[in-house]
């Protein structure tokens, strides 16, 4: 669980930008949010290392990357 201050430390660390596309937060649509680097499920903490902001649509894409890769390759699979 991060605290609303460690969120407000990152935020301010962060320069209020998306760490990934750069946009400042006035040209994001929605709230920036904090961001895994190593995400929790791999092992990564809550350390401010770690943290970081992000934007709807780098988050979002990198979910999509990894749903991506799950797909690879099928079509070329043949039982004969
Ligand atoms: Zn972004």
């Given at each position: 669980m991060i605290s609303d201050t460690l969120k407000k430390q990152i935020r301010d660390l962060a320069g209020n930008?998306?760490?990934?596309?750069?946009?400042?937060q006035k040209y994001v649509l929605g709230m920036l949010e904090i961001d895994h680097i190593i995400p929790q499920a791999k092992g990564?903490?809550?350390?401010p290392d770690n943290l970081w902001l992000a934007c709807r649509l780098c988050n979002g894409y990198k979910g999509v990357q990894t749903t991506a890769c799950l797909s690879k390759d099928s079509k070329n699979y043949s039982a004969f």
């Open positions: 930008r998306c760490g990934y596309c750069l946009s400042l990564g903490t809550d350390d």
